[in-house]
């Protein structure tokens, strides 16, 4: 499977999750888009187990291959001379480091994919908590608007519960009355406020309120 092909399932996966994911959001379902979300970074996790597996099994191929190589000729190199079996020596060798690189050549692309999964899973998961953080947020808006109109109808329950306040009592036509202040006899009352002025016998002088 080429490198490609092992990407695809990658970027399929990121694709189909966050068209859902935006779906759900743009219809206000958040709980929804937050669960898209989530399915999308376990099916990156079970991708990456495949890969993982893909790993140990070509892994195996070649340790098969290594050993095949390592045992290949030792039975006949009992009947042959000292140059022929280290010729045969160095041979194996060869066939053994051609192997060790192909097997990194052929292993490369698998890491290389684990390594985008987690470079995507990463990116979910900060979608993930962008999700959550706006769903709070939302909450902390309604919470606070319903606390905002249970504190009014409150204020308005209680101005229909409290006593009615008496009515002002009439207006004083202006006349000489007692000086409220009892410094002298009387005071004027000019129907709206005391004066200045005051009388004491008849006598009538003035001293500011």
């Known amino acids: 499977m080429g490198k490609n092909d092992l990407n695809k399932r990658i970027l399929d996966i990121a694709a189909i999750t966050e068209k859902e994911a935006q779906r759900a959001a743009d219809a206000g379902d958040l709980a929804e888009a937050k669960r898209v979300i989530s399915n999308g970074i376990r099916d990156l996790r079970d991708y990456k187990r495949e890969l993982t597996e893909a790993e140990r099994s070509i892994r195996e191929q070649f340790q098969d291959a290594k050993l095949k190589n390592r045992a290949s000729g030792q039975t006949v190199g009992m009947f042959v001379g000292s140059k022929t079996r280290a010729a045969m020596a160095r041979g194996r060798a060869a066939e053994g480091r051609r192997l060790s690189s192909n097997q990194a050549a052929v292993l490369q692309p698998y890491a290389r994919a684990k390594a985008n999964v987690d470079r995507a899973i990463a990116a979910m998961d900060r979608a ?3 999700v959550t953080n706006e769903a709070a947020r939302m909450r902390e808006g309604k919470s606070s608007s319903a606390t905002s109109a249970t504190s009014a109808q409150a204020t308005v329950t209680q101005a229909r519960a409290a006593p009615t306040a ?3 009592p009439p207006p004083v036509p202006a006349q000489w009355a007692t000086d409220p202040h009892g410094r002298h006899q009387h005071r004027w ?8 002025h005051v009388s004491n016998d008849g006598v ?6």
């Open 189 to 196: 009352w000019d129907g709206t406020r005391w004066t200045e």
């Open 128 to 130: 993930k908590a962008d």
């Open 166 to 168: 008496p009515p002002p």
């Open 204 to 209: 009538v002088s003035s001293d500011p309120v």
